[in-house]
């Protein structure tokens, strides 16, 4: 049995007409008769009465009608699902990222990528970075949106999608509170609140390069896991700390962010794949985002220009 002939079948059970049918269809008649027998031959029964004046459906013909339209409609939405699988625009994507992209970067993307794929399911969960590694190399998330750097992993492809600059973050009664551009040196000896190594190596590393090319052994008093928490320290009067200047603009705690002087990197956040093959929607949803997000940056570069 097959679907051409399913389907020539449907189209004569609508019009009752093999002449109009095979002009719909664009097939000559006689190749839209044999599709009917050989489709009766296959099914065991006549399917249509036919004579010179007209053309009804038989009993066995009207109920064959019913369930083919159904299996033939369930049929296409599989065909069309099928295709839009392998086009990248269907299917499950679970999504992974660290606290402070959760509210800009990620909502962005994820709402722009839906607008011309909405039969993508987004799995979207916050991720500490050590873990968004561990998951992506095991196959149990798609995508990462992570905090650089993750090192010189060879199992993951990491893009930077996002850069700004650290600035030193102090209490509101802070002595520097009213500067907006200070010296690194000018902290030596002060309590610092630091991000916990364990959750983000790369990240943790690189702020104690920045302390150390400053010439600077800070004193930590305490240990976080997320930017934003180190922000609620320093406001409590923990420490002071180093975050991107982001996180203080989105923060809601009674502190103050300074332009650091010094020559020192910026903070980068970087989306990452584990590579190889790769289901189809995971790449396209790459490629999507890598565009958008090259956009987004050199829209915001062209506005500081």
Same mark, same amino acid.
């Given at each position: 049995?097959?679907?051409?002939?399913?389907?020539?079948?449907?189209?004569?059970?609508?019009?009752?007409?093999?002449?109009?049918?095979?002009?719909?269809?664009?097939?000559?008649?006689?190749?839209?008769?044999?599709?009917?027998?050989?489709?009766?031959?296959?099914?065991?029964?006549?399917?249509? /009465? !036919?004579?010179?004046?007209?053309?009804?459906?038989?009993?066995?013909?009207?109920? $064959? &009608? +019913?369930?083919?339209? @159904?299996?033939?409609?369930?049929?296409?939405?599989?065909?069309?699902?099928?295709?839009?699988?392998?086009?990248?625009?269907?299917?499950?994507?679970?999504?992974?990222?660290?606290?402070?992209?959760?509210?800009?970067?990620?909502?962005?993307?994820?709402?722009?990528?839906?607008?011309?794929?909405?039969?993508?399911?987004?799995?979207?969960?916050?991720?500490?970075?050590?873990?968004?590694?561990?998951?992506?190399?095991?196959?149990?998330?798609?995508?990462?949106?992570?905090?650089?750097?993750?090192?010189?992993?060879?199992?993951?492809?990491?893009?930077?999608?996002?850069?700004?600059?650290?600035?030193?973050?102090?209490?509101?009664?802070?002595?520097?509170?009213?500067?907006?551009?200070?010296?690194?040196?000018?902290?030596?000896?002060?309590?610092?609140?630091?991000? /916990? !190594?364990?959750?983000?190596?790369?990240?943790?590393?690189?702020?104690?390069?920045? $302390? &150390? +090319?400053?010439?600077? @052994?800070?004193?930590?008093?305490?240990?976080?896991?997320?930017?934003?928490?180190?922000?609620?320290?320093?406001?409590?009067?923990?420490?002071?700390?180093?975050?991107?200047?982001?996180?203080?603009?989105?923060?809601?705690?009674?502190?103050?962010?300074?332009?650091?002087?010094?020559?020192?990197?910026?903070?980068?956040?970087?989306?990452?794949?584990?590579?190889?093959?790769?289901?189809?929607?995971?790449?396209?949803?790459?490629?999507?985002?890598?565009?958008?997000?090259?956009?987004?940056?050199?829209?915001?570069?062209?506005?500081?220009?």
């Amino acid at each position: 049995m097959e679907l051409r002939q399913i389907r020539s079948f449907l189209s004569i059970a609508e019009t009752l007409h093999f002449g109009r049918t095979a002009e719909l269809i664009h097939l000559s008649q006689p190749a839209l008769s044999l599709h009917i027998r050989a489709l009766e031959e296959e099914v065991g029964v006549r399917l249509f /009465e !036919r004579n010179r004046r007209k053309t009804t459906l038989t009993a066995a013909g009207s109920a $064959f &009608r +019913d369930d083919a339209a @159904a299996a033939l409609s369930q049929l296409e939405q599989a065909i069309r699902r099928a295709r839009l699988a392998a086009s990248g625009k269907l299917g499950p994507l679970r999504i992974g990222f660290v606290s402070t992209v959760g509210s800009e970067i990620v909502p962005y993307i994820v709402r722009q990528f839906r607008k011309s794929n909405p039969e993508v399911e987004f799995s979207l969960r916050n991720i500490l970075t050590a873990e968004q590694v561990q998951m992506l190399e095991s196959g149990s998330l798609d995508v990462g949106f992570l905090r650089m750097p993750v090192g010189e992993d060879s199992a993951l492809d990491v893009v930077t999608v996002h850069r700004e600059p650290f600035v030193l973050v102090v209490p509101s009664s802070h002595k520097l509170a009213k500067r907006k551009r200070v010296r690194l040196r000018e902290v030596a000896g002060e309590n610092f609140v630091m991000y /916990e !190594r364990t959750y983000a190596p790369g990240f943790h590393d690189l702020m104690y390069g920045i $302390f &150390r +090319d400053a010439r600077i @052994a800070p004193n930590v008093s305490q240990t976080a896991v997320e930017i934003p928490m180190l922000i609620s320290l320093v406001a409590s009067g923990m420490g002071i700390t180093i975050a991107p200047l982001s996180v203080v603009k989105h923060s809601a705690a009674s502190v103050v962010a300074c332009n650091i002087v010094d020559r020192i990197p910026m903070s980068e956040i970087g989306m990452a794949f584990r590579k190889g093959t790769r289901a189809p929607v995971v790449d396209n949803f790459r490629s999507f985002a890598l565009e958008k997000l090259g956009r987004a940056r050199n829209s915001l570069s062209a506005d500081r220009g």
